[in-house]
């Protein structure tokens, strides 16, 4: 599995490869095809920081309240 700090580098390189592929002036689709796999790198790498937060601090500090505290986070995931 990816660390953080791998998605985000990846999500870097799909940027600057957007700047490259501007310049060339590439299709509008292949653009939207790199754009989307950003948008992806990124909702994933905000997932997992959730998932950590909710894991080493939230859990740990509101055990009893844990199927409560999953589902929120599930719905801020979800908007």
Known sequence: MR???QRINIIIGQLEGIKKMMKKKNSCPD???QLKS???GVSSVMEKILE?????C???ECSGNKN???KLFSEILKK
């Open 68 to 70: 409560k505290i999953t």
């Open 52 to 56: 950590d937060e909710l894991n080493n």
């Open 31 to 33: 653009l939207v095809v």
């Open 3 to 5: 660390t953080i700090d």
């Open 58 to 60: 939230i859990l740990k």
């Open 38 to 40: 950003i948008k992806s």
